[in-house]
């Protein structure tokens, strides 16, 4: 169960005063501390040429779609900071695209595990 939620378009949304805790439960009250807009920059970049986190076009072998994903970027493309970050209560931070509000990082993890 998530709580009360508003769906439109095959995304649900928690509605005004309940905020999505960590697993996706809509919760009243459970609203995080905006922390403001950041670049994220890797140290170590795998590309030294592209060190920061970013948004950019799914390209795949049938061709470019539509579809924003994690990115690496060479700069902050001139728009200074990327990500608008939140702090909740528990301590978890959230990541929202600055040019494409509404859209978050999310984190999956797909590790396959060997068997014998």
């Not at 309940?18 to 140290?43: K, M, P, Q, V, Y």
Request: hydrophobic share 30%.
């Amino acid at each position: 169960d998530r709580g009360p939620t508003i769906c439109q378009s095959g995304r649900c949304f928690c509605p005004e005063g309940f905020c999505a805790s960590a697993n996706g439960t809509c919760i009243r009250g459970h609203i995080g501390e905006d922390i403001g807009t950041h670049a994220i920059r890797f140290l170590n970049a795998h590309s030294k040429d592209k060190p920061y986190l970013g948004l950019g076009l799914n390209e795949g072998f049938f061709g470019t779609s539509e579809r924003h994903i994690p990115a690496r970027v060479a700069s902050k493309e001139g728009k200074g900071a990327l990500w608008k970050m939140t702090l909740s209560p528990i301590g978890f931070t959230r990541f929202e695209s600055v040019a494409y509000p509404e859209h978050v990082l999310t984190i999956y993890n797909n590790r396959r595990r060997r068997t014998s």
